[in-house]
């Protein structure tokens, strides 16, 4: 699916990013980091198999949320660049309307209104 290779590519941006970290930066701020987006890219897989998606797509949606104030900590503490955090903040709306759209198509399948 998609969402998956685009979220991985984050990912595995990301990941390279997080090692170059000073370590109290890699601990304070780049294990949560990181955490959040295994959390994210297995909540995304598992929502491709499972039938009852929906709720794994809604805490995948809150981890985005996550994320993005992960992401301008990293740029107030002056790990990331203002360039870098507006790539990933790109990256993210993007992986975020594929989402929404996810979310609205199984939601219209149900018959429930958001």
Known sequence: MEITEKFYAILNWYTSRISRFP?????????????????TQD????????????KLLKQ???CLDQLRYLTRLCVDQKLLSLKQMQFVAKELNI????LGN?????TNRAGISL
């Open 23 to 39: 370590r109290q930066a890699r601990i304070l701020i780049g294990q949560p980091l990181q955490q959040r987006l295994f959390i």
């Open 43 to 54: 909540l995304l897989i598992e929502a491709v198999y499972n039938p009852n998606r929906e």
């Open 60 to 62: 995948s949606n809150i």
């Open 95 to 98: 992986i975020g309307g594929m």
């Open 102 to 106: 996810w979310i609205k198509t199984i």
